[in-house]
């Protein structure tokens, strides 16, 4: 019964490139919540989706980030034309639905740095 | 603006040992409280949530409480273990999406043998 899986585990880019962040939910999960740990700093939230569907995009910056998740394959977190201040712990949870009584199921997250 | 806090930042204690984690939070307005915890260059472990109208839930050597309308939460850790270690995050869920997670900055336990 595998966990919330995330790739890479560590991601390299050069100033301008274009860093894809991968999120599988767990096995019969459909909402998926993306999250970035900067360091020194705490979890910020960034982007709730359901499949096709964004839900909450409350705490995505507005320029260079988006976020999908398709009808079928993995939530995708794009980070277009990175800069230093991109490099942080990118965090993926997904729950089986939505309530109060759902727990986020963590993955162990990407590591992104810029060069 | 909701902000979650947590008390103390770091704590060592001796195997053995009882301990309690400190949670607050401003905004009373919210669906669940969570306590995680995160080991090194890992994810987060879910290890307890309460819902606004519980008042608290175990696990284990693991019991947590809220009291929502002054805003803390509490978790306490019995017979203290070197496998305890870790960081632990508390987070509130908020927002009409219910989903969102406001976290503190998490309390770094280090349980000496």
């Known amino acids: 019964n595998a966990g919330v899986m995330q790739n890479p585990r560590h991601l390299v880019r050069r100033r301008g490139q274009e860093a894809r962040l991968r999120c599988s939910p767990m096995?019969?999960?459909?909402?998926v919540y993306w999250y970035r740990q900067l360091p020194e700093e705490g979890l910020k939230f960034m982007v709730y989706?359901?499949?096709?569907?964004?839900?909450?995009e409350s705490g995505m910056p507005k320029e260079r980030f988006s976020a999908e998740f398709p009808k079928e394959g993995p939530s995708i977190l794009r980070i277009q034309q990175v800069v230093r201040g991109d490099s942080a712990a990118y965090f993926c949870?997904?729950?089986?639905?939505?309530?109060?009584?759902?727990?986020?199921?963590f993955g162990d997250g990407t590591r992104l740095s810029i060069l | 603006k909701q902000e979650v806090t947590q008390i103390p930042a770091a704590l060592s204690v001796p195997e053995g040992e009882n301990l309690v984690l400190n949670c607050s939070f401003t905004?009373?307005?919210?669906?669940?409280l969570q306590w995680f915890r995160q080991d090194p260059g890992k994810g987060l472990t879910s290890l307890l949530l309460?819902?606004?109208?519980?008042r608290e839930q175990t696990s284990g050597r693991l019991n947590a409480s809220l009291d929502k309308s002054s805003g803390r939460s509490t978790l306490y850790i019995a017979a203290s273990q070197p496998g305890d270690s870790a960081t632990y995050l508390c987070?509130?869920?908020?927002?009409?999406?219910?989903?969102?997670?406001?976290f503190g900055q998490g309390t770094i336990l280090t349980v000496h043998p």
């Open positions: 949870a997904s729950s089986r639905d939505r309530g109060s009584n759902q727990p986020q199921h």
């Open positions: 096995k019969g999960h459909s909402h």
């Open positions: 989706l359901q499949k096709e569907n964004i839900i909450d």
């Open positions: 905004d009373s307005a919210i669906y669940n």
């Open positions: 309460i819902q606004s109208s519980q």
């Open positions: 987070a509130v869920l908020i927002g009409t999406s219910y989903g969102k997670l406001t």
